[in-house]
């Protein structure tokens, strides 16, 4: 796992298109290029690559974090790589000085629910019908504690 830098954007990009694929009632979920090489410029903002085939977007802004996408591609899926990206994400959040991890999850979407709910999310919130396939999101927040932070 390696800190992504915005020469990795089309690497990132790849990945994110592959487990993305374009589907005709959400077209344009995969980010381009750019997207990523923007959203790495930006202040807080940082990304972890899996060259395997996984990445994690994630920002901090006072003590507070985010995650902006994670994305594994099919073919690298269930060896624990979503898992990995998580934890080194909480870990970076934490020594940039989050006390608190949040993102936002279809509640359709069972893969991330499960990866998320195992690895001490909790639920505290719904957007109802907030993605284009008309699910709802669920707003989820895990602590980040000191340990986490050492871990890193
Ligand atoms: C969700 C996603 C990131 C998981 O990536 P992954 O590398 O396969 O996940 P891991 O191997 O680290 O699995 C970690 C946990 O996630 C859950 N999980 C992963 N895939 C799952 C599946 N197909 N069904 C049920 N649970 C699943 C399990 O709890 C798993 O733990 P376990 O292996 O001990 O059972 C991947 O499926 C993906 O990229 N999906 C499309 C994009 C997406 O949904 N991103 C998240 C948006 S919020």
Redesign the pocket.
């Known amino acids: 796992m390696i800190l992504a830098a915005p020469a990795h954007a089309p690497a990132l990009a790849a990945i994110h298109a592959a487990?993305?694929p374009p589907h005709e009632e959400h077209p344009g979920e995969a980010w381009p290029a750019a997207a990523f090489a923007a959203q790495l410029a930006s202040p807080g903002s940082f990304g972890l690559i899996e060259l395997a085939g996984?990445l994690i977007l994630a920002r901090v802004a006072a003590d507070e974090a985010e995650i902006l996408t994670?994305?594994?591609a099919p073919a690298?899926?269930?060896?624990?790589?979503?898992?990995g990206l998580l934890e080194g994400a909480v870990a970076l959040a934490g020594m940039r000085g989050a006390a608190a991890m949040y993102?936002e999850?279809s509640e359709v979407?069972?893969?991330?629910r499960?990866?998320y709910e195992?690895s001490a999310f909790l639920a505290i919130g719904r957007r109802r019908r907030y993605y284009p396939d008309g699910s709802d999101a669920l707003l989820m927040r895990r602590n980040i504690t000191c340990a986490a932070t050492a871990a890193g």
């Open positions: 487990a993305y996984g994670l994305a594994v690298a899926r269930r060896r624990g790589l979503a898992r993102l999850v979407n069972t893969a991330a499960s990866l195992t």
